[in-house]
């Protein structure tokens, strides 16, 4: 892979509205390059009899199964209410 040059580093900083200095620039741009050279070193490793996967450990759905159940008693729940109106719930309108 290419190194990434200080120009780059400070043109992708520009992008994304950070300031840096050219000290930093300059860091930056060994760090990357050290990023970008392992991953090559990671292009030859012999893959061929890897299975692709996105987890290395197996995901399991959890969810419970959906079952109608009877719900809470509307009236016991309206004693916790400050206003209603008509059986519901009556708060202040947000819209003019």
């Not at 620039?25 to 090559?40: H, P, R």
């Not at 197996?58 to 209410?81: Q, S």
């Amino acid at each position: 892979m290419a190194n990434i040059s200080k120009e780059e580093v400070k043109h992708v900083a520009h992008l994304a509205r950070l300031s840096i200095t050219d000290e930093e620039a300059e860091k930056f741009a060994g760090q990357l390059a050290a990023i970008t050279n392992f991953a090559e070193q990671l292009n030859e490793l012999d893959t061929t009899n890897v299975v692709p996967t996105t987890h290395v450990l197996p995901l399991v759905n959890v969810t419970r199964e959906d079952k109608a159940v009877a719900g809470l008693d509307r009236d016991k729940m309206m004693k916790n209410v400050r206003e209603q109106e008509d059986g519901q719930v009556k708060v202040p309108s947000i819209l003019d």
